[in-house]
């Protein structure tokens, strides 16, 4: 006959801890959310071998009378939450009363705690869940929590951990998160006593990203200033344009003083740099998101950091508004602030695109550097007298030229700037009021998928507003009667494709241009490309001046950088 049993508290812990504690940086994850709840102000983490021969966490929070001690030891014992109505008000990180149980289940785990108004300390010790001892311990106010061996009592679990470097690598990323994430409280991490990073309490973000992160990071970030919307509030670092990664490494994102992972943050982070940065890479950034903790839902799983929003959709929008505006704002800054006009007056440059007509481009004087088709100056916002300070060094192979610049030495790419140029013109004249619409001799027709050729019907407003003029004339079949002045013949069909494939893929609508970033980029690729590299110097000058009036000079519209420079100080440690 069966029968039904409740099961052992050290079985229960031990079931309970495969769902807590999957590695060791997820022990850690718990003892160090233990010690920021318990108050403390400084927080020393120190492991080996990856944190599955030893884990130390140690705080100067508010510590445990040795019967608190005990009793945090049992299951679903807490200090945090008494009644189910407050489960919608957690302002700790715990509330489950489950960690320290699960934890001293499946390790050999040492507890010493005194609390400031108790003379001494107690320490506790248990084994795989089996209490070893408690006797008394003189130390300092506060809790130092040491788990060693973590899952010898469960075999079958050791199996899964990977190896000490990347356990390790778990166990760094985390820490630096919680160290970032609180800046009030300092953080001391520790490699077999070896430092690894110390954050300073209550530095400026930016000091503390270069403790924690590194220098390298610090130089690649630059401050975003508080945004405000009703209940919500933004600020953080941003990776400069051109700085990317591959993977989401370094996109650090912070929930009311919680580290989490959310791919609204992460989609809304990555969609604001485009071009800015290559596709299918991910910006750099640290970005704090303050708001009513009713607005948040953290109650998912456990080991999980995933973060969910009840309305993901103004979050998204708040946060692209918030990263467009700083990412403009560099634009303007990507200029040097110290101009010496060693360009020379503008020169003719004539560029040797075919135009609509097919017509060669009437030669001599032409103002500035203008891509074909434009007279309308790149974003007039962007547009002011440059005087740049680059000079001409040389050439260097066929697609690169160097500078001196007045902070240094440039490698520019010529591609790349043609490309942003070019770009940021047709961006200006597909969002421009009133375009210049270019009537075919000959129609166009297109054959559509069912998909694109909705896309199609319900973008009309805008594809009219934009310079093309559509007509249906059989089921999913159309022609074009007129386009856009900077579209070309050639190059129509394949754009349109593209960009109905585009506008089918995006859903949100941040303004006209959004919906069509990609197709544009292309099309500025593509044209770019045939325009070949035989650029006099004159021609040369005057790309470099038509790139710095661009919002974004730094990146071509794939996001590549369009030049690399060293500074006087790069050259001068290169030098050692
Ligand atoms: P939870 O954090 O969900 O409450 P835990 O098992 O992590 O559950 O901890 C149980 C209790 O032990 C906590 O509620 C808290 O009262 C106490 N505790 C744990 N760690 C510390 C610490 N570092 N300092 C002070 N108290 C602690
Ligand atoms: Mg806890």
């Excluded at 990412?327 to 004539?350: C, I, K, M, S």
């Excluded at 001409?392 to 790349?416: C, H, K, N, Q, Y």
Aim: glycine share 6%.
């Amino acid at each position: 006959m069966s029968t039904i049993r409740i099961l052992e508290p050290t079985v229960a812990n031990q079931i309970a801890a495969g769902e807590v504690v999957e590695r060791p940086a997820a022990v850690i994850k718990e003892l160090l959310e233990n010690s920021l709840d318990a108050g403390a102000r400084r927080v020393t983490v120190d492991f080996s071998r990856g944190g599955k021969a030893r884990m130390i966490v140690e705080d100067d929070g508010k510590g445990m009378t040795g019967d608190e001690a005990l009793l945090s030891l049992e299951r679903h014992a807490t200090s945090k939450i008494q009644l189910a109505a407050d489960l919608d008000r957690i302002a700790t990180f715990g509330f489950r009363g489950e960690a320290l149980p699960s934890i001293a289940s499946v390790a050999r785990f040492t507890m010493q705690t005194r609390p400031a108004s108790a003379p001494s300390g107690t320490e506790i010790a248990v084994n795989g869940g089996k209490l070893v001892h408690r006797r008394d311990h003189g130390m300092a106010p506060g809790t130092r929590i040491e788990v060693a061996n973590l899952f010898h009592p469960v075999p079958a679990r050791l199996k899964f951990l990977k190896s000490d470097e990347t356990e390790a690598a778990h166990i760094v990323r985390l820490v630096r998160l919680y160290a970032i994430a609180h800046p009030e409280v300092g953080f001391l991490l520790r490699e077999d006593g070896r430092e690894i990073f110390r954050s300073p309490g209550n530095a400026p973000l930016l000091d503390r990203v270069r403790e924690i992160w590194g220098r390298q990071v610090a130089e690649e970030v630059t401050i975003m200033p508080a945004f405000e919307r009703p209940g919500m509030r933004l600020s953080g670092l941003l990776g400069k344009p051109g700085v990317s990664r591959g993977t989401r490494q370094d996109l650090v994102t912070v929930v009311n003083g919680r580290p989490v992972d959310s791919r609204t943050m992460a989609f809304a982070l990555t969609e604001s740099y485009h071009t800015l940065i290559p596709k299918g890479r991910y910006p750099l950034a640290f970005v704090f998101l303050e708001m009513d903790p009713a607005w948040v839902d953290v109650n998912v799983h456990p080991a999980k950091r995933e973060v969910r929003f009840r309305d993901e959709a103004k979050v998204r929008n708040f946060l692209i508004e918030s990263v467009l505006a700083v990412l403009r704002a560099r634009g303007d800054e990507g200029l040097p602030a110290e101009t010496v006009p060693a360009v020379a007056p503008v020169t003719p440059l004539a560029v040797d695109v075919p135009s609509v007509s097919g017509a060669v481009p009437p030669p001599g004087p032409a103002s500035a550097y203008v891509p074909p088709n434009s007279p309308a100056p790149v974003s007039p916002a962007h547009a002011p007298a440059v005087r740049l300070g680059w000079r001409l060094l040389s050439r260097l192979r066929e697609e690169r030229a160097v500078f001196e610049t007045p902070t240094g030495l440039a490698v520019l790419d010529l591609g790349a700037a043609h490309q942003r140029v070019l770009y940021e013109s047709i961006l200006a004249q597909f969002t421009a009021h009133k375009p210049v619409s270019q009537p075919l001799l000959v129609p166009l027709s297109i054959e559509l998928e069912p998909l694109p050729a909705a896309v199609l019907k319900e973008r009309l407003p805008l594809l009219t507003s934009a310079g093309f003029d559509f007509e249906e004339y059989g089921r999913n079949f159309w022609r074009i009667q007129a386009l856009p002045a900077w579209l070309e013949p050639e190059q129509a069909l394949a754009f349109v494709r593209d960009l109905l494939a585009e506008m089918a893929r995006r859903e949100g609508d941040f303004g006209r241009p959004s919906l069509a970033y990609d197709a544009l980029a292309k099309l500025a690729v593509n044209k770019a490309r045939r325009k070949g590299d035989s650029l006099s110097d004159a021609e040369l000058m005057e790309l470099v001046q038509a790139l710095f009036r661009t919002a974004q000079p730094g990146t071509c519209p794939r996001g590549r950088r369009t030049y690399v420079e060293w500074t006087d100080a790069d050259l001068t440690r290169r030098f050692g």
